[in-house]
């Protein structure tokens, strides 16, 4: 019989950024991309970053944020050029709007895959760098499916195809239907897959120094979390769509048989009230059981994680927040970002915090580290990933 | 290194990495005006200020020293850091500074405060009017077809007797500027929508029935259509396309942090005053119209009247009106009352 292994000593991570400390460089940085046009806003980022990744603890030590302001300067001003190209191209009809999606697809995944090795290479622990084996490839399999079922029908009917009720007869548009129909049925049940494929992409292709990460969550945990979640919104849609006739009915009575715009803008606003209480109450229970069964499923070398946030605790903050800030007339945000970064970093624990120490840089990676960019020499584009 | 006279710690205790193993090693940091020595019981490096870059201070976090070989140091204790680094001459960046003293943050925050506010109220409408001027009249004209091809198809044919027709007609034709756009009329049953009009970019007039029918004068009826002219002369839409776009970049940057939940809906909010505000530019320019063709502006003012009261109660509740798209009618009746004068 061995002997039970000694329990391991666990370490949670701490998070020590503050609203008030927060409050001041976020404020800074307001001022000066406003100022500058925008320029600025690449130095405001690393400021931010910085901020972030330095108040994260770790088992006595701290991460750090390498990025350089001027590669995220060249990488926003690619997005703001490929944005205004994407924009005119959509003022004009036919063809160029196909062109601009079909050129958009083509981009996205590819820049998307960028951003997220810039971040991680960027990242360190301990003096180790993170980084991302990740393939491009993957990632048009993984986003090129959703984008061509979402842009499929705007596309369609942006190039005149369905404005022209001429040539195509009514079949037509009946086998078009049908088929969007069954490709958006196909898309919603394949969508918790492509997000649990996305998860393990970016957690199973990232390298701590030498060491590859492992992802061992299942596709099962994001099946149940957005089963959960549709039960919810169905349950909820009709609880609100019944509430909704009522009110509607009741103040139509009111005001002498005619519904009234009074009704109807009161209907209105329960409508997007409706909306917005769906995302509040529904989208924590999705984040809650997502960031876990990922964290839960991680493994670097042999350190593993576990997380333990709670929805409940996520539609605390998030209605507080939401109050904090409307009462504030926005002023409170840092304080708000600063109170929900906390929560989800904090609810994250290294489980074996002893081996954290074993780690080795990638052989010649110190040459790397010396130049600070060095190989990586791509730009970063936040797409808040 | 012998001690410091006046009492400043010679050396500072921190955490060095030497950036090949995730392993810290204890450490005593000397800190000079040219360069920097971490000693322990078995390691000795030195480091010129060249090859070593200093973070920015934070309350909560350690100060990090990156060496150019890829090593760094985490030092915790700031106190004795900041007097170590006062006695070799260091300064923080004045960005550095200001963000954390609380004098500068409160005049960062009410500078800020003052240049949104310029932004919003001056600086934006008039860069929105440049970039509607600068875009090729071609693109707007395309936008127009566009929207004209949506509401032909949506909006039943009109239900005018041809006479009621010609009248429109003839008085579109009295009225409309000869500057080389191509203006276009279309009438149209309202429906649900009742008594209306709109203008889209490009030229075209949309007006229904049910308006026709109550502007009942060629005065009040060369009002509204002078109104309508009056939003494709000042290019209003493209305006409140190009501010709201750049209004959404704005509340996207300060509300990015949180989330994009509630970021739409200030937005919203704020490119509405600038709708009412095209508003009032359209009915100046219909009474400056209508006087140069020499007609009364009277007519224009009543029928304001008659459709406010044709839409029913939409002005009963006050808190609607931050809202609306359209200024509270009485307050547009009074002030084409006063420029007809």
């Given at each position: 019989?061995p002997a039970?292994?000694?329990?391991l000593?666990?370490?949670r991570?701490?998070?020590t950024?503050t609203?008030?400390e927060?409050?001041?460089?976020w404020?800074?940085?307001?001022?000066l991309t406003?100022?500058?046009?925008?320029?600025?806003?690449?130095?405001?980022?690393v400021?931010?970053?910085?901020?972030?990744y330095?108040n994260?603890?770790?088992?006595?030590s701290?991460f750090?944020y390498?990025g350089?302001?001027l590669?995220?300067?060249k990488?926003?001003?690619?997005?703001?050029?490929l944005?205004?190209l994407y924009?005119l191209?959509?003022?004009?009809?036919?063809?160029?709007?196909?062109a601009?999606?079909l050129?958009?697809?083509?981009v996205?995944p590819?820049?998307?895959?960028?951003?997220?090795r810039?971040?991680?290479h960027?990242?360190?622990?301990?003096g180790?760098?993170?980084?991302?084996s990740g393939?491009?490839s993957?990632?048009?399999?993984?986003?090129?499916l959703p984008?061509l079922?979402?842009?499929?029908?705007?596309a369609l009917a942006?190039s005149?195809?369905?404005?022209?009720?001429?040539?195509p007869g009514?079949?037509f548009?009946?086998?078009?239907?049908?088929?969007l129909?069954?490709?958006y049925?196909?898309m919603m049940?394949?969508?918790?897959?492509l997000?649990?494929?996305?998860k393990?992409?970016?957690?199973?292709?990232a390298?701590?120094?030498?060491t590859r990460?492992g992802?061992q969550?299942h596709?099962g945990?994001f099946?149940?979390?957005?089963?959960?979640?549709?039960?919810?919104l169905?349950?909820?849609?009709i609880?609100?769509?019944?509430?909704?006739m009522?009110?509607?009915?009741?103040?139509?009575a009111g005001?002498?048989g005619?519904?009234?715009?009074?009704?109807?803008?009161?209907?209105g606003?329960a409508?997007i009230a409706?909306?917005?209480?769906?995302?509040i109450g529904?989208?924590?229970f999705?984040t809650?059981?997502?960031?876990n069964a990922?964290?839960s499923?991680?493994r670097?070398?042999?350190?593993?994680?576990?997380?333990?946030?709670?929805?409940w605790d996520l539609i605390?903050?998030?209605?507080?927040?939401?109050?904090m800030?409307?009462?504030?007339?926005g002023?409170?945000?840092p304080?708000?970002?600063m109170?929900?970064?906390?929560?989800?970093?904090?609810?994250i624990?290294?489980?074996d915090a002893?081996?954290?120490?074993?780690?080795?840089?990638?052989a010649?990676?110190?040459?790397?580290?010396?130049?600070?960019?060095?190989?990586v020499?791509?730009?970063?584009?936040?797409f808040?990933l | 290194?012998?001690a410091d006279p006046?009492?400043?710690?010679?050396d500072?205790?921190a955490?060095?990495?030497?950036?090949?193993?995730?392993r810290?090693?204890?450490?005593r940091l000397q800190?000079g005006?040219n360069?920097l020595v971490l000693?322990?019981?078995?390691?000795?490096?030195?480091?010129?200020?060249?090859d070593a870059s200093?973070?920015?201070?934070?309350?909560?976090?350690?100060?990090?020293?990156?060496?150019?070989?890829?090593?760094?140091?985490?030092?915790a204790?700031?106190?004795r850091?900041d007097a170590?680094?006062a006695?070799?001459?260091y300064?923080?960046?004045?960005?550095?500074r200001?963000?954390?003293?609380?004098?500068?943050?409160?005049?960062c925050t009410?500078?800020?405060?003052?240049?949104?506010f310029?932004i919003y109220?001056?600086v934006?409408?008039v860069a929105a009017d440049?970039?509607?001027?600068?875009?090729?009249?071609?693109?707007?004209?395309r936008?127009?077809?566009q929207a004209?091809?949506?509401?032909?198809?949506?909006?039943p044919?009109?239900?005018?007797?041809g006479?009621?027709?010609d009248?429109?007609w003839?008085?579109f034709?009295?009225?409309?500027p000869?500057?080389g756009?191509?203006?276009?009329l279309?009438l149209?049953?309202g429906?649900?929508f009742?008594?209306n009009?709109?203008?889209?970019?490009?030229?075209?007039?949309?007006?229904?029935?049910q308006l026709?029918?109550?502007a009942d004068?060629?005065?009040?009826?060369?009002?509204v259509?002078?109104?309508?002219?009056?939003?494709?002369?000042?290019?209003h839409?493209?305006r409140?396309?190009?501010?709201?776009?750049?209004?959404?970049?704005?509340?996207t940057?300060?509300g990015?942090d949180v989330?994009g939940?509630?970021?739409?809906?200030?937005?919203a909010?704020?490119?509405l005053?600038?709708s009412r505000?095209?508003?009032?530019?359209?009915?100046?320019?219909?009474?400056?119209?209508?006087k140069?063709?020499?007609m009364?502006?009277?007519?224009?003012?009543g029928?304001?009247?008659?459709?406010?009261?044709?839409h029913?109660t939409?002005?009963?509740?006050?808190?609607?009106?931050?809202?609306r798209?359209?200024p509270?009618?009485?307050?547009?009746v009074?002030?084409?009352?006063?420029?007809?004068?």
């Open positions: 019989m039970e292994a000694p329990a000593r666990s370490c991570l701490q998070f950024g609203g008030r927060y409050f001041g460089i404020i800074v940085n307001l001022l406003i100022v500058t046009l925008g320029v600025y806003s690449a130095w405001a980022k400021r931010k970053m910085q901020y972030f330095r994260t603890h770790l088992d006595g701290v750090d390498h350089e302001a590669p995220i300067l990488g926003r001003i690619l997005a703001v050029l944005l205004v924009k191209a959509m003022t004009q009809l036919g063809m160029f709007v196909v601009a999606m050129g958009l697809m083509a996205l590819w820049l998307l895959t960028q951003s997220y810039f971040r991680l960027n990242s360190s622990y301990r180790l760098r993170f980084h991302f393939s491009a993957r990632a048009y399999l993984m986003f090129g984008m079922v979402v842009l499929a029908p705007g942006a005149g195809l369905i404005g022209t009720p001429q040539h009514a079949k548009f009946v086998w078009m239907g049908i088929g129909g069954l490709a049925l196909a049940l394949l969508w918790p897959y997000h649990f494929c996305f393990r992409w970016q957690h199973g292709d390298l701590f120094g030498a990460a992802f969550a596709a945990s099946y149940g979390a957005y089963f959960l979640a549709a039960v919810m169905i349950g909820g849609g609880a609100a769509f019944v509430s909704l009522l009110l509607s009915a009741g103040l139509g005001s002498s005619r519904i009234g715009h009074g009704a109807a803008a009161v209907t606003f409508a409706v909306f917005y209480g769906a995302l529904v989208i924590p999705v809650a059981r997502i960031q990922v964290w499923g991680t670097v070398g042999r350190v593993g994680f576990h997380s333990d946030v709670r929805a605390g903050i998030t209605l507080t927040n939401l109050l800030i409307v009462l504030s007339l002023l409170l945000i304080f708000a970002a109170r929900l970064m906390k929560y989800k970093i904090q609810s624990e290294v489980l002893d081996a954290l120490q074993g780690f080795e840089a990638e010649g990676e110190a040459a790397v580290g010396a130049t600070g960019e060095g190989a020499d791509v730009m970063d584009l936040d808040g | 290194v012998s006046i009492g400043v710690p010679a500072v205790a955490s060095f990495y030497d950036g090949r193993v995730s810290a090693h204890d450490v800190i005006a360069g000693s322990s019981a078995w390691l000795q490096r030195e480091y010129a200020w060249t200093l973070s920015e201070r934070l309350r909560g976090a350690p100060r990090l020293i990156r060496f150019r070989d890829g090593s760094h140091c985490e030092v204790d700031q106190e850091l170590a680094l006695v070799a001459g300064r923080d960046s004045w960005v550095a200001s963000q954390h003293r609380s004098r500068y943050v409160a005049t009410v500078w800020l405060v003052v240049v949104l310029a109220r001056w934006l409408p440049i970039a509607a001027r600068w875009l090729p009249p071609g693109v707007e004209a936008l127009g077809a004209a091809k949506v509401i032909e198809q949506q909006f044919r009109t239900q005018l007797t006479a009621q027709a009248r429109v003839r008085v034709d009295s009225i409309v000869q500057d756009r191509t203006f276009r279309v149209r049953d429906g649900p009742g008594a009009a709109f203008a889209l970019p490009g030229g075209t007039v949309v007006v229904t029935d026709v029918k109550l004068d060629d005065a009040a009826l060369a009002g259509l002078a109104h309508e002219i009056g939003h494709v002369e000042n290019r839409l493209l409140q396309i190009a501010s709201r776009t750049v209004l959404g970049a704005v509340v940057l300060i990015g989330s939940l509630a970021v739409g809906v200030p937005a909010l704020a490119n005053s600038y505000d095209m508003e009032r530019e359209a009915d100046a320019y219909a009474v400056t119209l209508l140069s063709k020499g009364p502006v009277e007519p224009l003012a029928l304001l009247q008659r459709l406010r009261a044709a029913g939409e002005e009963a509740s006050s808190w609607a009106s931050y809202l798209t359209h509270d009618t009485a307050d547009r009074a002030a084409i009352r006063a420029a007809a004068r």
